[in-house]
């Protein structure tokens, strides 16, 4: 998910081992430097995910670019597990849980050495880090908190600088910076009440959010959908294509509240609330276990990551699909008010992957 977009850039070219078997990613195409860490190859673009092993730079055919554990690039790091990450200049914002626990987590910052050059802990449960141009702050949406916070940009303090917070801010799971000629605006996607799955009313109350934060005083702009609620919405990303701006989002059980789908919506101007076009569903492939990445090249293709059983095991997959050519059809986008789509020339680029997180597309700078 470019994390950050420009109105001017092309979307995913702007700034902002074994491939099967489970195994912990240890770079089918890339080459070994002298601390054993996997070094880029010279590659166009890569797919960033994260797991409990560590930071994870995969080619858009599926196979590993680069890899580098959480201890090689944090040093000390005891059962920490990835979450979001997005782009930052020459390197990546991270976030990660800390001991096994969600309620103890940090951000860092990956630098062009592909170790941090700094990392903060003292986050509840961060799902993301994302730069805010306005004051070089960094922006972390902290699940268990109900709140998004900005803290200093060169991980100097945890403490906020300032936060959105209140009742509609309900685990906030992953955020992403559009830049407009004119406005900074920021969107993020809400897991909502229960965690988990089971049904309507559990964990059925997800949305997604678009803020202008141009000021240090952010303002809503709209809430998606315009009624009713999404049922476990992760990583909403806008993208542009075809001139017009998709809204895509991983709806993660947004099938009958046990399996996931793509969420599609779509307006010609980013601070206009979208409208629900589509739920995108596997057409030949397994349904998706637990779907936390949609992301969008500038061809059509679709890239979507499973990050398959949250109990534990290696049953993630990257997929991809063609774009489809659809049309909004009167429904809402709602938890069962909603139209579901077979994908298009879907493909398994890659199975046996161990929770992978996001899947953006970044051009590599380590």
Known sequence: ????????????????????????????????????????????????????DGLWLVDTDGNDAWTATWAEMLGSCSGCGGEGASADGD??????????????SGIARIGSDGSADWSLPGFSFAHDAVRDPLDDTVIVPEASANQIRWVAGDGSSATAVRTIAGVAITQPNGIERVDLADATLLLSSHRGGAAGGGGQGEGASGRIDLWDISSDQARELWTYPESGSLHTPHGAVFRQHGGRWWLLYAHSYGVDGS????GLAVTDDPTVRPTYVADLVPDTLDAFVFLRGVELDTDGTLYLTDSGSMNGGSNGRLVSAAFPTLSPTGASGAYEDQVFVDLEDEVLLRSGMPNPFEGFLWTPTF
């Open 259 to 262: 399996h996931g789908s793509v």
């Open 1 to 52: 998910m470019w994390r950050v977009l420009t109105i001017l850039a092309a979307v995913a070219g702007c700034t902002s081992g074994d491939s099967g078997d489970g195994a912990s990613p240890t770079g089918d195409t890339g080459t070994t430097d002298d601390t054993g860490r996997t070094t880029l190859p010279d590659t166009d673009r890569v797919l960033v995910m994260s797991n409990a």
């Open 91 to 104: 390197g990546l914002l991270v976030s990660y849980t800390i001991g096994g626990s969600m309620n103890q």
